[in-house]
Structures are given as structure tokens and as C-alpha cells.
């Protein structure tokens, strides 16, 4: 049941503070000191990274993961990372946010009517957590799926993040049936009147390989306007 008392705040201190999976807390701090070269100046956050954005959003994102030198370095979801170039770009021209750029916290981003999260909130070995990680980092996610009671569109990036708010949902009572098979553009109708919409994830796996093209990735948002 979601702890509606619980505020914003406080569940975004809890994320920070998780030690629930050893595994990703030690390689977090393990990057966190050994650094890459070209950042060898900067203090890296090193700990879990809490959702950004709008709570009032209609537009909610979920990644899968941040990025080893990216928001686990900055502090910040999908910031400081090619990812995050590609995802906070989109949503400038789509409108949801007041700069192109997501560089480091308090670089002035702000988005609107636009939430951004994960699956997992540290940054995994590989960009791959496992499945008993994800389930450990998923009480976070049901408690900000509940009380983001504007959401409209729900849009996942990536299949991981796809199944994974499939699974949310249904927890929520959002969606019944058998979890839908993942596929770039693919739109799905949910029993509370929302919509769970696919895209591929701007990994650099993808953008480097044109699988995600910039045309594709706008029209994603394009989509996401017309079910707002
Ligand atoms: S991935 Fe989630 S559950 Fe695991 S330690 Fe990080 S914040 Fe906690």
C-alpha cells in the first residue's frame, strides 16, 4: 500500500540513503573514486539517484539505469552522459524542458510537466542490473507511479524499463493481461485511461548504430503530445 504521508523529500532522501544492493553501492563508490580520466577533477556523487522533474507531471520517463560516469558522477538523472544529451535535447524541442543541455546539477535544467526515473537508482556494472535488483529498487518506483496522479503518458526507454513499469502498473491495478512485447513507437491503452508508450533507449548502443535515430527520437515525443 503507498505511504501517501510520505513526502517527496523524504522518499527521495530514502533513495539516496539505500544500501539495498551491495552489489551496486560497492561499484557505484568504486567508480566514485577511481574516476574516468577525463573527470579526474570532478567529485563524483557516488551514491543512488533520485527521480528529477515535474510532480505534477503528465509526461513520466523511466530509464533503466544511470550511467557509471554520467548521473553517478553529477547527481542527476540522464545527466552528464550522451544518453542524457540525446533525451534532455528531445524534450527541449519537444517543449518539456527550459535548455537543451543537462551538464551537472544547478546548470539551471528545469523540465516541465515532465518527470524522469529509473528501474534502478545506481548505476549498475555492465548497464545491466539484475532482476532481483530491479525488484529491490521497485518499491520506489510503485510509491512514484502512485503519487505522480497527474501522469497521462508513461513512457519507458527501453525494454527493461518497459517490462518493468508493465509490472508496476499491473501491481497498480493500471493493467491486466499478459505484459505486451516491447517494440520502438508501440503505444499501449491502459485500464486507468493512461498510456504506456516504447521507445529504444538513447544508449550510445543505439544512437552510435543509427537503431535510434534524432527523426525517430522526436517522433516519440511528437506521440507523446498527441495522447497528452
Ligand atoms: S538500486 Fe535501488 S534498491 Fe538497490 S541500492 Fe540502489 S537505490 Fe537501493
Partial sequence: MTDSSKTWKQ??????SCEKCPRLRAHCLKIAVEKRKSYAGDTYWGRPIPGFGDHAARLVMIGLAPAAHGANRTGRMFTGDRSGDWLYRALFKAGFANQ???VERG???KLADAFVTATAHCAPPGNKPTPAEIGRCAGYLDWELAMLKTARV???LGKIGFDAVWDVL???GQ?????????HGKSVSLDSGRWLLASYHPSQQNTFTGKLTEPMFDAVFNQVKSLL
Fill in 100 to 102: 537543451p543541455t543537462s
Fill in 170 to 172: 499491473k501491481r497498480d
Fill in 11 to 16: 522518499h527521495d532522501i530514502a533513495i539516496t
Fill in 154 to 156: 508513461y513512457l519507458a
Fill in 107 to 109: 546548470d539551471g535544467l
Fill in 175 to 183: 493493467a491486466t493481461g499478459s505484459r505486451p512485447a516491447f517494440g
